[in-house]
T-cell receptor, first 108, second 115 residues
Framework: GEDVEQSLFLSVREGDSSVINCTYT??????LYWYKQEPGAGLQLLTYIFSNMDMKQDQRLTVLLNKKDKHLSLRIADTQTGDSAIYFC????????FGAGTRLTVKP | ETGVTQTPRHLVMGMTNKKSLKCEQHLGHNAMYWYKQSAKKPLELMFV???????ENNSVPSRFSPECPNSSHLFLHLHTLQPEDSALYLCASSQEASGGSGELFFGEGSRLTVL
């Protein structure tokens, strides 16, 4: 497809792991990104991964990249209520192309 | 101040008004962007300026007019808008360099309501 695709909603219980999935469009994308948007705020860069990497870990966040399937995922360990937000996947070819965002709801 | 700041945070205007959105980046970046975020289309790229030259205009109506007087400042001038232009307008900046990671840094956005 031509769009960066993400599921629109994800709901998890506090303390569980969250996995947000994304399918991107272009195998020549050099960098792939995850952004977080809290209500009433702009987008905050969470992490990014270079296309020659398979995995990147940063504290509670783990990014997995499957270049063959053009699949990117973000795993949040020990999800907290403060993680409730919209998460955007993005790829960079010439310009930045964003998915529609996944709304993560964390229930106590 | 650090990062990317946008003013005003909220704006209500009538269809015949003229207003401007302002963005300032304190990161030393050489590229700035305007995005529109609405329920219909989550993130639409409107304008890109690199080294103060406009490099992309994604078929945005002429009632939106960008201005980039220097690498730190970006404006979006608004004139005779329509109610469907109500949205969150996000400014972003990046450092464009060969081999760089090119991530965008966003401001908090300006919430525009057109009556």
């Amino acid at each position: 497809g031509e769009d960066v695709e993400q599921s629109l909603f994800l709901s998890v219980r506090e303390g569980d792991s969250s996995v947000i999935n994304c399918t991107y469009t272009d195998s020549s994308s050099t960098y792939l990104y995850w952004y977080k948007q809290e209500p009433g705020a702009g987008l905050q860069l969470l992490t990014y991964i270079f296309s020659n990497m398979d995995m990147k870990q940063d504290q509670r966040l783990t990014v997995l990249l499957n270049k063959k399937d053009k699949h990117l995922s973000l795993r949040i360990a020990d999800t907290q209520t403060g993680d409730s937000a919209i998460y955007f996947c993005a790829e960079r070819i010439y310009d930045m192309r964003f998915g529609a965002g996944t709304r993560l709801t964390v229930k106590p | 101040e650090t990062g990317v700041t946008q003013t005003p945070r909220h704006l209500v205007m009538g269809m015949t008004n003229k207003k401007s959105l302002k963005c300032e980046q304190h990161l030393g970046h050489n590229a700035m962007y305007w995005y529109k975020q609405s329920a219909k289309k989550p993130l639409e790229l409107m304008f890109v300026y690199s080294l103060e030259e406009r490099v992309e205009n994604n078929s945005v109506p002429s009632r939106f007019s960008p201005e980039c007087p220097n690498s730190s400042h970006l404006f979006l001038h608004l004139h005779t808008l329509q109610p469907e232009d109500s949205a969150l307008y996000l400014c972003a900046s990046s450092q464009e360099a060969s081999g760089g990671s090119g991530e965008l840094f966003f401001g908090e956005g300006s919430r525009l309501t057109v009556l």
